[in-house]
Nanobody
Framework: HVQLVESGGKLVQAGDSLRLSCTAAGTTFSSLTLAWFRQAPGKEREFVAGINTWHRLSAYISESVTGRFVIFRDNDRKMVYLVMHNVRPEDTADYYC??????????????????WGQGTRLTVSS
């Protein structure tokens, strides 16, 4: 079983930058494909960014945040990060870290991930 814990969500102003963090425990971290999803109030869960078990350049980003968000992982620290630049009010959501064991693809569907954190809330004021 994989345990994921997110942190870093807070109240910020539009245009700010911040970093969300997720720590994983319970399995070999390097074997995990990891992703960030978000769910805004009244909306469906949305894929944001993912990074698989390959080379660190194997990140994939939703078009909705391309150019503003970056995902990267630190296998030594067993952490995955979502760096967010120039945040907008529409980025307001609960952000969830998700994991699946294995790699070889770029899953974007939440159903492809077996493990989820409890979420961290980002609120962007205009």
């Amino acid at each position: 079983h994989v345990q994921l814990v997110e942190s870093g969500g807070k109240l910020v102003q539009a245009g700010d930058s911040l970093r969300l963090s997720c720590t994983a425990a319970g399995t070999t971290f390097s074997s995990l494909t990891l992703a960030w999803f978000r769910q805004a109030p009244g909306k469906e869960r949305e894929f944001v960014a993912g990074i698989n078990t390959w080379h660190r350049l194997s990140a994939y980003i939703s078009e909705s945040v391309t150019g503003r968000f970056v995902i990267f992982r630190d296998n030594d620290r067993k952490m995955v990060y979502l760096v967010m630049h120039n945040v907008r009010p529409e980025d307001t959501a609960d952000y969830y870290c998700a994991a699946t064991i294995g790699g070889g693809s770029q899953p974007r569907d939440g159903r492809d991930f077996e493990y989820w954190g409890q979420g961290t809330r980002l609120t962007v004021s205009s």
